[in-house]
């Protein structure tokens, strides 16, 4: 995309410059970090046909892009600063990228954040975003803090629950099919999730670990349970549904709450004497948080149902499910 | 590429952890920035068949996908403090995998910087990576900088020049043929390109406006002058040319030097008085530094041969060429 690429910065990405020192249009961004602040930095790469179909709205691909980059941020409890975007075409399409960047800055907005680099290329239409945050030093929210005797908790919206994403994505691959406007409910979820940036920085000094729910609760949970060198027991009837969901076949709830991955929820954990605390922090974030569980010293992870009743052989299948 | 995702960045990618508060393997990287600096930060992304031929060496990509972007901080005088890498890939493939880290990591070594974070993904093969350095507030060098009566310098290796990745890529598409040993030369120049990092850092204070060539010399300097509000006058005959280049007839060494683009020497502006101080930057740093023209205030490019004359036809097919 020689021809035209810095045209088409200028025309959808270039904005005035608020609180980086520089922005878009030199070798670099220059970036103010305050002292007695860590940057927070994470990078993602979403391809087509992976991460989002073709057939995706260009806005919510620009929403998704940048929320699934904040959603890392919120899971170390930093305050987003601004993001860099590279991007591959495969061709230069102004529609395509006018409804990208609205979608992209729509949520930087609401995030207070901007775009403050970049590159532009030709090539299969790939996305790639790095995100920049700031944490007070040493009050990041690690994967590797967890300690045993901590409740296991997970974020999700009011009303709402986990594995939405993951029932979408069945619909779209013919398994089910559901009624239009359960439909729309649960593509939203995988279309539009909501990165949980005000939580992630009300949970920091009280959490001790935390992690966002990308790939998966059960696997997920895993880097947890390995960087803390913990095990935990998880009661998958206590996993918050939402009403789509929940009239779904019982499996089918459980393979999407486990193992569907695409949430971009916060799982944290945190002491049980700190309950009423988390349910404060969640109450004002707008979000809901439900306890699902127990960090133990026993490696491994155990699943129950809500009677204490080992789920090994749903366990075992979505382990399978997760790594295949 | 769920299957093995971690497995991949564990075994190739992840290192000891040294600057970084907090390297590979959480949700985000920390890194602290000292006060008094601000942080560069700049992203390029590199696509199989436009940045680089699919017979390259994995282990030469690796080494130029770092070092491209290490070439955006030396053109801020910023020092560079780490990376990270998100790579699409078309499957695992264990030794490109090995040769990549290996070219990847020679490099970083060298500059005493780290990976701390990144992403991988199934996908054509893309290779996005972010580069963070510090430079003290308010002295990076930008592209807006430049004055009238500056001299304009580029950079280039010792005993060698500018324009000779071109003339490899007119090689690799069979426009002329080089010996052996020329075509190696030429070949090395493209694939392994040095960035000018001491330079960069050296120039502060010293230089009034730099920009890193990756799009052609005088694409390169239309960024400056745009950013400046400035013109400049171009003397063709003092570029700095390999003896394989100059070995060329005279319209491919102007049209590699000119508008080849993929050197990454340092192109930059500064003061007359400061001419021995530039030298003396340069000797210090191990490169060379040609003063090819000066930034004047009429807008415009002026380019000219040795004796002055106006080269304004071959000025013409530059600038075409380089919007094509």
Known sequence: MALGEFDLIAKFFKRPVRRAALGVGDDCALLNVAPGMQLAVSSDMLVEGRHFLSTVAPARLGHKALAVNLSDLAACGARPLAFTLALSLPRADEAFLEGLASGLFALAEEHGIELVGGDTTAGP??????????????????????????DLWVSHPLGGGIGDARLALEVFRGRLTLDGRDFENVRHAMEQPRPR????????????????VSDGLLGDLGHVLRGSQLGARVDADALPRSAVLAAQPRALQLECGLAGGDDYELLFSAPPARREAVRAAAHAAGVGV???????????????DGYGVPLQAEFASFDHFRSA
Chains 1, 2 share one sequence.
């Open 290 to 304: 439900a306890r699902i569980g127990e960090l133990q010293a026993e490696p491994g992870l155990r699943l129950v």
């Open 197 to 212: 940036v005000a939580l992630g920085q009300a949970l920091r000094g009280l959490a001790h670990s935390a992690i966002d």
């Open 125 to 150: 239409l790939n996305l790639c975003i790095t995100v920049f945050g700031e944490v007070p030093a040493g009050q990041a929210l690690l994967r590797s803090g967890a300690r045993a005797g901590d």
